[in-house]
């Protein structure tokens, strides 16, 4: 459960109920711990008033530091759906990942550079108010807050992905190998490695201090469930990359009327097994009612109450459009904690104003996961998929570099309708050798593939495989 408190930027801001756990440990560690060492003989009154500023402030350079990471992206054409601060600080919902090396890169970065630069402005406050003989209500937080942000600048950068510095990290594999998949694979193993690191860390601490060991342990486990979580994300994203709301949306859709009492709610609820059902009037949809929003209701008052009076207006219903992503979809099921999004379109197909639109789909998580279990036992995306060096997976209109072998002339093969060749180099290798690389732009989005072919071979790309010696062919995967 998270309290949202502010919008910033245009990115809604919440605090999660777990915030507050570790906000209470803060003002009791800073103000009843560690400051009676620095500034002794103070009142109970001024420790806890050193603890709260001190406590106030890591929050608002957490959120500083998300905003950091959130800012670069948004302003790079990537979406944040929320920032939400938590048990272990704070995170940004990008509903999509970052489209080549450098963006990731720019992204990861900005969060810790931005601690830094938080550290060295409060290293001058504080230095600056002890020259001044500050009142130590002003020396004494400004002092834990500039600590605190060079230690969370510095944990950020170990390269445990999904941390900051494991992002870095993949983004660097990323450029070098140009396989997002496989840099995450990688990038996910060591942050794996480093989170057994610091849970074995945190098991030797526990025989001395009981908080802090507790506190390794539970930040290794964060890390290492994340890591799996964000390589499992990142296949469900690329799962869902062809595919539209049409296509993974369910057309026949069970309505009720907004007239119909909740005693006759209730039986539909039970005949139909349905958590939630859109309000139709006529067939224009005007709300959704749930399994929930009947629960909140008195068994006595369904008689007298219609579904009209306890449903959510469409006004506040989360919508989409038959050509809106299947990626969009979940990413904003994700972000507004929704188990079902309503697919808006026109009856005839044709294109018109959002008020013409109508109720054409309902998608539900049971719908996202039935399509991910169909992609995978399809094999849309083979294993030798995931670890082939030879696809490349990139955004429309990004552009991108192919590589030839060292050694001949080569040329490529391809099709310009689906993607267009911007220019060729040679250049030197460092054994002596020549290699060319091609630079594309992919027109429009699919599975496409570009054959490297040695002048002299002209079917060698179409008879040769990938590892032939004369042809060398990549799968562009376009999203």
Known sequence: MAIKFATVYGIPLYVDYSWFIIFVLIVWTVGFDLMPASYPHLSTLEYLSIGLASALLLFVSILVHELAHSIVAERSGIKIGRITLFLFGGVSEMEAQPGTADLELKVAAAGPLTSILIAIVCSGGWLFSETARAPILVQAP?????????????????????????????????????NLIRSTRIASMVGRIFSYLIIVGGVIVLFFSLFEGLWLILIGWFISTGASAEMNQLIIQRDLAQLRARDIMTRNVDAVNPDI????????????????????AGDEIVGCVTMADLRRVKREQWSALKVGDIMTPKEKLVTVEENDSAQRVLALMNSNRIGRIFVLGSADGSSGSQSNKRLVGIITRSDVIRTIQMQESSGAHTAADLESAHVIPVERGMLFEVESPSGGDWRASFNPAEISLVSQRVENTPDGGEVKRFTFQGLQKGRFYITLVKSGDSEAGKKSSATDESSLRYTIIVS
């Open 142 to 178: 400004l002092q834990y807050t500039a600590l605190v942000n060079a230690i969370v600048a510095g944990f950020n950068l170990i390269p445990a992905f999904p941390m900051d510095g494991g992002r870095i990290f993949r983004a660097f594999l990323w450029r070098w190998n140009r």
């Open 261 to 280: 009492s909740l005693e006759e709610l209730s039986v539909k609820f039970h005949e139909q097994r349905h958590n939630g059902f859109p309000v139709m």
